[in-house]
């Protein structure tokens, strides 16, 4: 087998006297699709938060690709080759879609102030490559025909892609989506369950989806593994079928669910 592409060892996290994380251990391999699911407030985001290195952990480790990055901090975690959505959608609301996008691309600028003050061929190259990638990221999610649009003005589910594309801007390998359906009808789950196949298949990125909406999960983790957290530790793990299958997994969440789209 290759080398995970993550591994979580023993994963700990204390907020004061409140364990919201507790020993987590797991391995995704390099292209891998998961799920991670759980009640309110079972540590699934705080998961992401650890890995990114948003929050320290209080013990245990991180390993991407075989190395730790428990020390790392979270803009070096990025570089690595680690992106990430949130629940709650981050963009520069007054900015253009197209802005948005060029921005996360900047954040790792490959020439200096002062060569693109002066505008040598070397920049003006960067600007044109910058510019047709930002493009080919808005078509992969559909953004393309609003370009010019305020990113305030988009609608819920199309900032969540614009959020998407972004996290793509930094070229990861393991991309890390935070509740992605969230406040999405039927038909743009539908939507979207296309468009995340469509990412893993064609950029063969690892991902890690947190996600309520069962049938999104179900879904796009069929052929592959889910785990499912509750209180903050590892309930159980295992194809949608065997999931949804698990008496623990039903009395914990899947039960309170059942009507959930
Ligand atoms: N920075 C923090 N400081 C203190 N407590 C925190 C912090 N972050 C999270 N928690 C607590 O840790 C627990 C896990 O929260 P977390 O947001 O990870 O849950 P979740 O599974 O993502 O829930 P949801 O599905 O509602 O998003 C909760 O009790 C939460 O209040």
């Given at each position: 087998?290759?080398?995970?592409?993550?591994?979580?060892?023993?994963?700990?996290?204390?907020?004061?006297g409140?364990?919201?994380?507790?020993?987590?251990?797991?391995?995704?391999?390099?292209?891998?699709?998961?799920?991670?699911?759980g009640p309110?407030?079972?540590?699934?985001?705080?998961?992401?938060?650890?890995?990114?290195?948003?929050?320290?952990?209080?013990?245990g480790?991180?390993?991407f690709?075989?190395?730790?990055?428990?020390?790392?901090?979270?803009?070096?975690?990025?570089?690595?080759?680690?992106?990430?959505?949130f629940?709650?959608?981050?963009?520069?609301?007054?900015?253009?879609?197209?802005e948005?996008?060029?921005?996360?691309?900047?954040?790792?600028p490959?020439?200096?102030?002062?060569?693109?003050?002066?505008?040598?061929?070397?920049?003006?190259?960067i600007?044109?490559?910058?510019?047709?990638?930002?493009?080919e990221?808005?078509?992969?999610?559909?953004?393309?025909d609003?370009v010019?649009?305020?990113?305030a003005?988009?609608?819920?589910?199309?900032?969540?892609?614009?959020e998407?594309?972004?996290?793509?801007?930094?070229?990861?390998?393991?991309?890390?989506?935070?509740?992605?359906?969230?406040?999405?009808?039927?038909?743009?789950?539908?939507?979207?369950?296309?468009?995340?196949?469509?990412?893993?298949?064609?950029?063969?990125?690892?991902?890690?989806?947190?996600?309520?909406?069962?049938?999104?999960?179900?879904?796009?983790?069929?052929?592959?593994?889910?785990?499912?957290?509750?209180?903050?530790s590892?309930?159980a793990?295992?194809?949608?079928?065997?999931i949804?299958?698990?008496?623990?997994?039903?009395?914990?969440?899947l039960?309170?669910?059942?009507?959930?789209?």
């Open positions: 087998m290759s080398t995970a592409i993550l591994s979580l060892r023993d994963l700990t996290v204390d907020f004061g409140v364990r919201a994380v507790n020993q987590v251990t797991l391995d995704i391999q390099p292209g891998e699709l998961v799920g991670l699911i309110n407030g079972a540590g699934k985001t705080t998961v992401f938060n650890l890995i990114t290195n948003s929050i320290q952990a209080t013990s480790d991180i390993l690709q075989g190395k730790s990055i428990r020390n790392k901090m979270p803009d070096a975690i990025c570089r690595m080759g680690i992106s990430r959505t629940q709650n959608i981050r963009l520069f609301p007054q900015m253009s879609v197209y948005n996008v060029e921005l996360a691309l900047h954040n790792a490959r020439y200096s102030i002062l060569e693109a003050f002066v505008r040598t061929p070397r920049a003006s190259r600007e044109k490559e910058t510019r047709q990638r930002a493009f990221l808005l078509e992969m999610v559909s953004l393309k609003y010019h649009e305020k990113a003005n988009l609608p819920y589910g199309l900032q969540r892609r614009l998407m594309a972004r996290a793509m801007a930094a070229n990861p390998s393991l991309l890390l989506l935070d509740e992605p359906a969230a406040g999405m009808n039927e038909d743009e789950c539908n939507d979207l369950i296309k468009l995340i196949r469509q990412i893993h298949t064609q950029m063969g990125y690892a991902i890690i989806m947190i996600e309520h909406h069962m049938n999104v999960v179900m879904d796009l983790c069929a052929g592959s593994r889910i785990y499912v957290l509750n209180l903050g590892i309930l793990v295992g194809s949608p079928a065997e949804q299958s698990n008496p623990d997994v039903i009395k914990a969440y039960g309170e669910r059942r009507n959930v789209r």
